[in-house]
């Protein structure tokens, strides 16, 4: 199969100076991309700043014979956004590409959790995708064209002790991530989301065995291509595994005049999973699963 590339594309990458942030911005510009490594070289919490990190990355791009350009605007903010996608459009006349990645940490149990702990775990990991995208929407718009992916994470998905702010920030990837995707498909714009496992210090694991980052990254730059034409999709990607995650409804109950009893009654029905739907977006059918594991064709955008 011939190579995958990204030449004439230019990609931001939020939180590309360390970790799987770093890995995107390497892999897309040894494949022919213009990156822009963002990132305010903060501490895991969100405190203190360094341009090292956005530096070291541009500067291994470069020695490599790519083209970088390091960026240090915070994006939890509306103002840093529009920095940053003032300073990509300014330096590499487009932008094609937003792999929204950057992220914090404050962990604390829900009656410990402190109103300002609450509010920057959002600001960063939720607000702050939806600003990025926002102010490059136009952008990519006008050309027809853009890829959009989000990051969110298993405690999303699942939940996690002691991140209920985390936790929310990352299913709120997923509602945004479909949204976008509704309204970026008759412009050209694709959204998709990852939920995935690194090598990071914002991963803490007990076993990392087989755990490479660079599988994570052949994932992101896989749904950033022009080739790619999942849309809404969100994608499980840890060890050696990638794996589509959805969200589906089992048969249920249906009763007219439903009361309390019957639903203690018919519990064993609502949540058998011998039959499950998955809507997929705008209540589309994405694929149907039964008890023989049957599915139609996954939803591709055309």
């Not at 360390?18 to 213009?34: C, D, K, V, Y």
């Not at 305010?40 to 470069?62: H, K």
């Not at 990025?132 to 027809?144: D, H, I, K, L, R």
Request: charged residues 20%; negative net charge; glycine residues 12%.
């Amino acid at each position: 199969m011939p190579e995958h590339r990204f030449e004439n594309r230019v990609a931001i990458v939020t939180g590309g100076g360390r970790g799987l942030g770093a890995g995107h911005a390497l892999l897309l510009a040894a494949r022919g991309a213009q990156v822009v490594v963002n990132d305010l070289g903060a501490e895991m919490d969100g405190t203190r700043r360094s341009s090292a990190p956005a530096d070291d990355v541009v500067a291994e791009i470069t020695s490599a014979g790519g083209r970088a350009l390091a960026n240090y605007s915070d994006i939890s903010t509306v103002d840093g956004s529009r920095e940053l996608i003032e300073f990509t459009l300014d330096s590499l006349g487009r932008v094609d590409i937003v792999i929204n990645n950057a992220g914090i940490l404050r962990d604390a149990d829900v009656p410990e959790l402190s109103p300002a702990n609450w509010s920057h775990v959002i600001d960063v990991n939720l607000s702050g995708p939806f600003w990025v995208t926002q102010q490059a929407w136009p952008f990519m718009a006008s050309q027809g064209y853009g890829r959009i992916v989000n990051v969110s994470s298993a405690a999303g998905l699942y939940g996690n002790s002691g991140q209920a702010n985390y936790a929310a920030a990352k299913m709120g990837i997923i509602g945004l991530t479909q949204t976008l995707a509704l309204e970026g498909a008759p412009r050209g714009i694709l959204a998709n989301a990852i939920v995935p496992i690194g090598l990071s210090r914002m991963f803490r694991l007990p076993d990392a065995t087989g755990i490479r980052n660079e599988t994570v990254s052949a994932a992101v730059a896989w749904l950033a291509h022009e080739n790619c034409s999942a849309n809404g999709e969100t994608f499980w990607v840890r060890r050696d595994r990638l794996a589509q995650a959805v969200i589906g409804l089992t048969r249920g109950l249906r009763d007219p005049e439903m009361t309390i009893e019957s639903i203690f009654e018919n519990l064993d029905q609502i949540t058998s999973t011998a039959e499950v739907n998955f809507p997929g977006l705008g209540g589309r059918g994405l694929c149907q699963q039964r008890a023989k594991g049957r599915h139609e064709h996954l939803r591709r955008v055309p």
